[in-house]
């Protein structure tokens, strides 16, 4: 394809939004996005010069209520809103696209606003940490603080925040490029979604690392006791909770019962969010921090179902509860101290990867809309228990390094995290090959149990080869789209081949029905019903009451709005979106480590003169005079001068 053809590709408006955002919301949207800007820069730019006090009265307020610096609590309570805005976004977005499809336009979607303004206020929090940081302050930030100019130092983990709140705000307009490629791709996991999604989950490295740098900045200047209870609370609780929660929505295609990639997946994702999260959060954080986190992300995820589900009417979202792996690290701290962080690690990570990976099998069965199979046992074995390892692993790494100021430095991690991280890369990387099996077809028998305009059907499906789901990951009759919840109905098997509905199917409107057939490395799946789409252009699948239909890969029929680009073209664009975020987890392990290395020491460049205290005058012997007392003038008095150096 020319530059040319690629060019006009993009910049062509598609009809009802199925490539891209239209000119017109484009436009309000970049016209937004500048404000903010100016908004952003005008307020801490202004701030720092003392042209513009409104953030000044946010400063003092931040310091009254957290007793902790304002370049600290100030970032770190704004992030706190804005994740828990975009985490709700995201999973009422998800729910939409759904149970309703594509969105009509930008501004149609409300998750989108919650998600947007969710990113903005990440990235002007880490925009914020930099810009209130004073070198006159005795709680300064200390050898981690990043120099900007020669009386500003920016604290590490607002210059983290900043960038991570910039990876993914510019995930939307990538989006949007994105679409316009190769269409819509309704998947969690598309790359620039991931970028959203894993832009917000690593701002709670950021918090991490600014809380780090807080609290050694007060021990410096001797005032840690001004920090209030409530605050300690929330870097004990809160913190790893909300890690947990945010490590977690990458499973949110297996929560909601949709997934479009390989089942095994699910166990990998757990054991990586659990084998990070907890052996990190124990050894920063001390005794009894895991189960406070375990009771926050319960309550936040269990009221983020009941608000989605509930409240909203959209799909039930599920959701681990890692309370077995939690109990495993602490029976890992009984067996091997955490000052050894490299033992710990590998003690947690083999109880996470067996006892807890065994607990959550059985957590599977009992509300997960796909159960986990027998089939994929061995799997689960060698691939959950070898991530579990690997993440406790990275998760020591973590930990170690923000606990540097409480233990000994330990080189021996250096040299297995970094392994560790290429092997998980590569796991993940391996389940992602799916090979569509062929020759597979089903006959299928539709009886009526609601006619008229609103028609649902129960299905008994027989299957050729009969043989064909035997052994199957998963053997569903999904719908969604249609602009009610979504249906994941698991067949139930009559006889050798043989299958049938155990709830009625929606065969009307803009629904999307189909058999959907997981076996080995092989997703397929055969359409039973979906609607003319003209903006695409597709056909529509009408729904006789006796058919029969060939199984096709799954995602031809998920994600039928999805373009077919030539390979380079495709190559480039991953490329891209792999290369900025391999930047950003670079950035992130350096700035880890520079919190490790830097324990125990002292900021290199000393406080300025002009913001040490002023000296005492030492008195002056009046001059003697021949003048009578009362025609003699006072001496004048003696001025310092505290002029700040510009």
Known sequence: MSLLTTTATVAAA???????????????????????????????????????????????????????????????????ISLI???????????????????????????????????????????????????????????????????????LGGVLMCATGLFALIAFPLDDFWHRLFGQDVTLWGPTHLMLIGGAVMTLLGIAVIQVEVVRAMKAANVLHLELAWVRHLRQVWLPGGLLVGMSTFQGEFDFGVPQFQLIYHPMLLMFAAGVTLVATRIWLGRGALFGAIAFFVLMRGGLALLVHDSLGESLPHFPIYIVEALCVEAAALLVSVRRPLAFGLTAGALIGTVGLAAEWGWSH????????????PET???????????????????????????PYSKGLRPVVVPAALAIFAMLAFPLYTQPTKGLRASVALSTVQGGTQRTVNATVTLSPRNAADHANWLTATAWQGGGQLV???????????????????????????IRLHKGNSIVAAPIYAPQDLAI????????????????????????????????????????????????????????????????????TPPPEWSLP?????????????????????????????????
């Open 85 to 155: 805005s975009a985490v709700f976004g995201l999973y009422w977005d998800v729910s939409l696209h759904i149970d309703r499809g594509r969105d009509p336009g930008v501004f149609s979607n409300p998750g989108h606003f919650f998600i947007l303004g969710g990113l903005y206020g990440i990235f002007a929090s880490g925009f914020f940490a930099i810009c209130l940081g004073r070198e006159e302050r005795a709680d300064r930030p200390g050898p981690t603080a990043i120099r900007i100019a020669r009386d500003w130092y920016a604290p």
């Open 381 to 407: 074995i060698a691939l959950g228990l070898a991530m579990a390892i690997c993440a406790a692993i990275l998760g020591a790494w973590i930990g170690a390094r923000f606990a540097a100021d409480e233990m």
């Open 366 to 377: 009992v509300w997960m809309p796909l159960p986990w199979p027998v089939e994929i046992l």
């Open 537 to 604: 252009p597709v056909a529509g699948i009408a729904a006789p009451a006796r058919f029969e239909r060939s199984f096709q890969s799954d995602r031809k029929l998920l994600q039928r709005e999805a373009k077919t680009r030539n390979a380079s073209l495709t190559y480039a664009a991953y490329g891209t979106v792999l290369a900025i975020t391999l930047l950003l987890m670079a950035m992130l392990a350096w700035a880890i480590h520079r919190v490790g290395v830097t324990a125990g020491h002292e900021r290199d």
């Open 14 to 80: 598609v009809p009802n939004n199925a490539g891209g955002a239209s000119a017109r919301d484009l436009g309000i949207a970049g016209g937004i996005a500048g404000f903010a800007i100016i908004f952003l820069l005008l307020g801490g730019l202004g701030h720092r010069n003392g042209l513009i006090p409104t953030l000044g009265w946010f400063e003092r307020f931040s310091e009254r209520v957290s007793g902790q610096p304002a370049w600290a609590s100030l970032p770190c309570g704004l992030a706190i």
């Open 488 to 514: 994941v109905d698991r067949l139930k098997r009559v006889s050798e081949g043989v299958y049938h509905t155990t709830r009625p199917i929606p065969v009307h409107g803009d629904w999307k029905a189909m």
């Open 614 to 646: 002023e000296p005492e005058p030492e008195p002056v012997a009046p001059a003697v005079s021949d003048l009578p007392a009362w025609a003699q003038r006072p001496p004048e008095p003696v001025t310092y001068s505290a002029t700040r150096p510009s």
